[in-house]
């Protein structure tokens, strides 16, 4: 997954929810051990009596697109695949431009 190109990622999931925590936890565990010193990571957990409210993963890239992810509906392949989507193009953009 290429995380060169995001500056924030803000999560909040209820670790007792067993689809959308796993996928969460899952998205955060691939990111690169420095990822707290190019980035800002903000993660939110959710009590029990807050299980119900859906998971929410955003996205902030280097260009200013935001995406915000429901997590309740996505995988982990869906998320890096949209993640790499955009990276792709900001990558392309930055070596036409030298």
Do not use: C, W
Request: charged share 30%; no cysteine.
């Amino acid at each position: 997954m290429l995380t060169k190109y995001l500056t924030s990622i803000s999560t909040s999931f209820s670790p007792f929810s067993p689809k959308s925590g796993k996928t969460a936890r899952n998205f955060l565990a691939l990111l690169p051990p420095n990822a707290r010193s190019t980035m800002s990571i903000d993660v939110k957990l959710l009590n029990r009596d807050q299980a119900h409210m859906p998971a929410v993963l955003q996205l902030k890239f280097k260009d200013g697109k935001e995406m915000a992810l429901d997590l309740e509906k996505m995988k982990i392949r869906d998320i890096q695949a949209e993640v790499d989507r955009h990276s792709r193009v900001l990558k392309r953009g930055e070596e036409l431009n030298g």
